[in-house]
């Protein structure tokens, strides 16, 4: 833990608007108790995070490189432990309930899965899930900043 606040005061994240920005969503996510609230921050969070990521194509949808961007990054990731077909459901999943909530669309219809892939029908599970890759995903990110 001491690591992460060590990269958190390193100039060079203090000087990263796109982490900053992901930091505050994803600290807005945590403070706030409404699943659909936390879930929008969440997703904002993702987007800052992977969808000027390098190396993927201009071209694709922002959902795409959110997952292309997530999976590169968390596929072999000793702490979460998850396939990158299991990452790939949730973002997707995640974002299209997120989607839903923003465009007035019900989402009851969805059926919801957690990151093990395991069926629920509590959205803070799913959005519990999230935000433990992503904060998992900013870990990494902040390793690589300050490596630079």
């Known amino acids: 833990m001491r690591e992460v606040y060590a990269r958190l005061a390193h100039p ?9 920005t992901a930091l505050r969503r994803l600290v807005l996510a945590g403070a706030d108790r409404v699943p659909t609230d936390r879930l929008i921050d969440l997703i904002v969070c993702a987007e800052v995070l992977f969808i000027k990521l390098p ?7 922002k959902q795409d490189k959110v997952v292309a961007g997530a999976t590169a990054l968390l596929a072999d990731d000793p702490v979460l432990q998850a396939p990158p077909e299991r990452l790939e459901a949730l973002l997707r999943l995640g974002y299209r309930l997120r989607n839903d909530e923003m465009h007035g669309d019900d989402p009851s219809s969805r059926e919801l899965r957690t990151l093990t892939g395991q069926p629920t029908d509590d959205l803070s599970a799913v959005v519990d899930d999230i935000e433990r890759v992503l904060r998992r995903a900013l870990v990494r990110l902040l390793s690589g900043v300050v490596e630079q």
Do not use: F, K
């Open 55 to 61: 190396g993927l194509p201009a071209d694709r949808w």
């Open 12 to 20: 060079a994240v203090r000087e990263n608007r796109g982490l900053q």
